[in-house]
T-cell receptor, first 110, second 115 residues
Framework: RKEVEQDPGPFNVPEGATVAFNCTYSNSASQSFFWYRQDCRKEPKLLMSVYSSGNEDGRFTAQLNRASQYISLLIRDSKLSDSATYLC???????????FGTGTLLAVQP | DTGVSQNPRHKITKRGQNVTFRCDPISEHNRLYWYRQTLGQGPEFLTYFQNEAQLEKSRLLSDRFSAERPKGSFSTLEIQRTEQGDSAMYLC?????????????FGSGTRLTVV
């Protein structure tokens, strides 16, 4: 079982839609989580950190449920430019590295 | 210095040849990481350095792979006797302190194709 698991998608949504991605993690020692965005054939870029209380940045909201070991990302009012792969990331607990999920592909259609 | 720099951007090599990639991290970042990413997968951890010390290596890093960070600044990743299964994007990332606080900054990657 992978330490961070995501639905690979693809998620095909029309412009303006709201879309939610889910992610689960297995390492209960993980403390910090992130969402990274990766465009095709580009490097991953940090989208947002995930705080216990939830974190909102414009159209993006990230939430963490430690009891269920579950992380989510909500994108409201989707834009064509949101089309990308979204990577769920957790810290490795006692290890000093980040663990990446396989990514969820989002395609926003005009 | 505005980011993590990787060279070359692309490398095509014949099976059995050796290749070396370079990574220049953000100058004030003391931690440097190498990851490998294949199509449809997330980045997979290979190894990391804190300053010049290599502190962890993944089981993915076979004995054909070696990484160095001799002066605690740039790093090199060498693959000896390349195999077709080595074809992937090799990503370098750096962080200041533990990445759990602020995450990583990635370089643009080196795309390796073994023919």
């Amino acid at each position: 079982r992978k330490e961070v698991e995501q639905d690979p998608g693809p998620f095909n949504v029309p412009e303006g839609a709201t879309v939610a991605f889910n992610c689960t993690y297995s390492n209960s020692a993980s403390q910090s989580f992130f969402w990274y965005r990766q465009d095709c054939r580009k490097e991953p870029k940090l989208l947002m950190s995930v705080y216990s209380s939830g974190n909102e940045d414009g159209r993006f909201t990230a939430q963490l449920n430690r009891a269920s070991q579950y992380i989510s990302l909500l994108i409201r009012d989707s834009k064509l430019s949101d089309s990308a792969t979204y990577l769920c990331v957790g810290d490795g607990g006692a290890t000093n590295k980040l663990i990446f999920g396989t990514g969820t592909l989002l395609a926003v259609q005009p | 210095d505005t980011g993590v720099s990787q060279n070359p951007r692309h490398k095509i090599t014949k099976r059995g040849q050796n290749v070396t990639f370079r990574c220049d991290p953000i100058s004030e970042h003391n931690r440097l990481y190498w990851y490998r990413q294949t199509l449809g997968q997330g980045p997979e951890f290979l190894t990391y350095f804190q300053n010049e010390a290599q502190l962890e290596k993944s089981r993915l890093l076979s004995d054909r792979f070696s990484a160095e960070r001799p002066k605690g600044s740039f790093s090199t990743l060498e693959i000896q006797r390349t195999e077709q299964g080595d074809s992937a994007m090799y990503l370098c990332a750096s962080s200041f302190g533990q990445p759990r606080h602020y995450g990583y900054t990635f370089g643009s990657g080196t795309r390796l194709t073994v023919v």
